[in-house]
């Protein structure tokens, strides 16, 4: 007989390891499935450098303001570090601008920002707006003070935003595009030393440490059904069959929105469809470049690079080995990494010969199939979205025996790593405790 799990998890990205470490601790029973070949998802430390290249999350956003991951960096004994807050050089493409105009574009984005909060909550605001038709309109104080020639750099300077957000500010919905603030994590960054992959090998190790959790690798979840007597079954595309009293999914958004009609049995409400399909995922990239000599001023970084067709930041996470770690947005993200090199040393060091990358890594985050994107994105316009749809995202179903987690079913911290972890947290919560009434009955 097969061994009945207490609960199946489909995914073992940061979401399903923080679920699978909690149930494991509090001894319940855990078979995780994951189809690549590795735990962790997005968070993916690559260290073919001899160095920790972060080719998804990277940052410890809020890490002065209560980033869960504090937390289990000291819980696992990983060292972490505040980043300095610089916001650095800021060039156009053909090469850095003066202190002067980084200053005004700077305290104008401010401005801008402070503008678009105001208006959208007056009662007057239309609700069908973008945050492009606020932030980038003619008459915001992005542009205040500017010549014509400059105007074009403080709209790009407002495009930075869409390296998080992963689409363009015409899709944002203004309305809604302020709602997390003040209780997402925000303010001072820090990293892992060493990157997210040591949590991502904490996580997975603590589990197993219990003796109650279990990875599967390189095998993918086809099917997840409700069998008759109230257990749920997972399916794998190599034939194996898995036996659970609950499970949790936690495959990505871009993913859900792809899965064949018949993967959940019975079928997922509608309204739950309707959010999959309602709410969008962004396009984020991410290059490492490893060069033999160092080329840039240390002293100027992280590099900001302002280009008509988006905005790409440069972060120096080395000068020794001399290594740029590369965010490239949505408009970019086709392009190669010696395409990218060229416009970095164009706009950083003004045309001067620099020397080419000896190495390149990259991330195809928008064509791998078990992520297809980035992140979930933050409302975009149209009628009838909210960050309800996150709400829904996170709704069981079945009577609960099936759960959701992962960065797009956290509300009011999407598209992020406390996302993902603390909607573990959450589905460990709610599946424990009804796996002991069930034992009580
Ligand atoms: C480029 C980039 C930069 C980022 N930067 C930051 C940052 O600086 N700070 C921050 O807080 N956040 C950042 N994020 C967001 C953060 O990485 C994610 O929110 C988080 O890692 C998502 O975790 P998850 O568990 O929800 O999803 P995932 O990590 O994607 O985990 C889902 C898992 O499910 C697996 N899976 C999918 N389908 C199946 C199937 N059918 N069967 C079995 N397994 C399956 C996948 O392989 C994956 O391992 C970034 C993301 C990206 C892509």
């Not at 003070?145 to 869409?162: Q, Y």
């Not at 969008?280 to 160092?294: N, Q």
Request: charge should be neutral; charged fraction near 20%; include cysteine.
């Amino acid at each position: 007989m097969s061994t009945v799990n207490d609960v199946l998890v489909i995914g073992a990205g940061l979401s399903g390891l923080s679920a699978t470490y909690n149930l494991s601790k509090a001894g319940k029973l855990v078979q995780v499935i994951e189809a690549r070949d590795r735990v962790g998802g997005r968070a993916y430390t690559d260290t073919s450098f001899g160095l920790p290249v972060e080719l998804g999350c990277m940052a410890i956003h809020g890490y002065n303001e209560g980033n869960p991951v504090l937390g289990y960096a000291k819980t696992f004994g990983l060292e972490t570090k505040l980043l300095p807050a610089s916001s650095g050089t800021l060039s156009t493409k053909d090469g850095p601008l003066n202190a002067i105009l980084t200053k005004k574009l700077y305290a104008n984005l401010v401005s801008a920002i402070s503008h678009m909060n105001k208006v959208t909550s007056e009662s007057s605001f239309s609700d069908t707006s973008s945050a492009a038709d606020v932030l980038v309109s003619s008459s915001s104080p992005l542009y205040t003070g500017l010549s014509e020639s400059e105007k074009p750099h403080a709209t790009a300077l407002a495009r930075a935003a869409e390296i998080g957000w992963g689409i363009p500010l015409e899709e944002a919905s203004a309305h809604w595009s302020q709602w997390a603030s003040g209780i997402a994590f925000a303010g001072s960054d820090g990293v892992i030393m060493g990157g997210y992959g040591k949590l991502v090998e904490a996580l997975r190790a603590a589990a197993e440490e219990t003796g109650k959790a279990s990875f599967v690798l390189n095998s993918r979840v086809s099917k997840i059904i409700q069998v008759d007597d109230g257990r749920v079954q997972v399916h794998t595309s190599d034939g194996k069959v898995y036996d659970g009293r609950t499970a949790l999914s936690t495959i990505p958004l871009g993913t859900m929105k792809t899965l064949p009609r018949d993967f959940f049995q019975p079928p997922i409400p509608v309204r739950k469809v309707s959010a999959v399909l309602r709410t969008a995922v962004g396009i984020l990239e991410k290059l490492g470049l490893l060069y033999d000599s160092l080329w840039w001023d240390p002293a100027a970084g992280p590099f900001t690079i302002l280009l008509d067709t988006g905005t790409i930041l440069a972060f120096p996470i080395s000068n020794s080995p001399p290594c740029l770690h590369v965010l490239i947005p949505y408009g970019l993200a086709g392009l190669s990494a010696d395409k990218i090199h060229d416009i970095l040393s164009r706009a950083i060091a003004s045309g001067k010969s620099v020397p080419e990358p000896t190495k390149v890594v990259s991330s195809r985050w928008k064509d791998d199939e078990l992520a297809l994107g980035a992140t979930s994105s933050p409302v975009r316009t149209g009628e009838g979205r909210s960050p309800l749809d996150f709400a829904e995202l996170a709704r069981p179903v079945w009577g609960g025996l099936l759960g959701f987690a992962g960065e797009a079913t956290e509300m009011d911290h999407r598209g992020s790593v406390p996302g993902a972890i603390l909607s573990g947290e959450r589905e460990a919560r709610r599946i424990q405790a009804l796996l002991d009434r069930q034992y009580i009955v």
